[in-house]
Structure formats: C-alpha cells, structure tokens
C-alpha cells in the first residue's frame, strides 16, 4: 500500500515539475520577446536621434563651403567693380540644392546683388564691422517658411559679407528620406535576426525540457 502512495507521490511530484518548467519556458520566452522589442524600439530612437544630428552637421557644413565659395567668388568681382558677373555668380549659386536665395553686400549694408525677384526687408539684418568680420548662422523666415542663412565676410569683411539661405523643410525632408532608406531598414534587419535566433531557440527549448522528463521519469521508476 505504501509503494502505491509513494508512486502517486512522485507521480505528482513529477506533474508539478513539469508544470512548473513548463510555465517557466513560456515566462521566459514572453519576458525576451518584450525585452526585444523594448530594445528594438530604444534602438531605433537612439539611431533616429545620432543619425539626424549627423546629417543636419553635415549640411550645415555644406552650407557654410557654400557660403565661403560664394565669398571668395565675389571678392573679385567687388574688387573690379564688376556687378554683372556678380549678379550671375549669386543666381548660379541660388540654383544649387536645397537653396532658398543668396545675396551679396557690401561693407557699408548695401545689398550688390541677390537672387530673389524682390529683395525681401526680412533679410535685411545690421550688421558692426566686428560682426561683418565673422561667419554666422541665423534662422528666419521667407514666404511663410522657415530658412537657415549661413553669413561669411568677404575678405575678412573688409568688401562685405555673402549670404546663402537653406530650406529647412527641404533639410528636413533629405533627413528623413536618408533615415527612411539607410537606418530603418538596418534596425529592422537586426530585430528580425534576433527574432529569428529567438524562434529557432524554441527546439533547443523543447529537446530540454524532454531530457528533464526522461530524467524524472528515470528518477520515479
């Protein structure tokens, strides 16, 4: 009679372990599919947030070759006083991407040449001589829409300053579309690896949980 007992004892013994494994697998696998996409999305964020920074910098820096070319264009035609290929240097420059407008003045404010139809009183800004001598950057806004102008004198500020203006949704929207086709697809790629090394863990699962039941079976025999 007491083997009996002892062989139901152990049989429950058993039935609770399994259960119990059972329960624990499955806590486990739930708990590492929510940490993956915890992981995935702060993954996102934070490559979201390094690349747009990067990329803004990077244009910035570009703006401001930009400006600097235009500068050192313009620092010969002010010199020999030629205005018209002046006037032609700032459209060509005006036509590059992401580009709003781009004017030239000289050391006393006075605006030598500029891109837009009608030179409009938000670009017009005062400027001291020690300020005409210094490369800066302003936001403001045309036609409604935001602009990043990027400032830098014309030798040293002594014949002005040139003056290029960038779209900032056009800045905006290049950021987005390079994230779009470079970052998210790489995040989503590694979500999918690691969820497929999760998926295909299932088996390695299963083969050990059978080993512990041949064990316990091994055990209550």
Known sequence: MSSVYD??????????????????LRRTSLEWKILILVLGIFFLIIMNQLMGRALRQQMDESAAI?????????????????VLQLKTTVTKYARLSRVAYAFVKDREGKVLAHS???FSPELQ???TSDERRQASRRE?????KPVHETREPILDGQLGTAH???????????IYQTLFMFVWPITLGLLA?????????RPLISHLRRLIESRL???AT
Do not use: C, H, P
């Open 7 to 24: 062989a139901l004892i152990k049989a429950e013994s058993k039935n609770e372990t399994l259960n119990a494994l059972s329960l624990s």
């Open 66 to 82: 930009m400006a600097t070319n235009l500068s050192d264009a313009a620092a010969a035609y002010i010199a020999s006083k030629d």
């Open 116 to 118: 837009l139809a009608t």
């Open 125 to 127: 800004e005062e400027l």
């Open 140 to 144: 403001l806004t045309l036609q409604g």
């Open 164 to 174: 290029i203006g960038i779209w900032s949704d056009a800045v905006d929207r290049e």
């Open 193 to 201: 690896a690691v969820t497929l090394a999760v998926f295909l863990a």
């Open 217 to 219: 079976g091994s055990q």
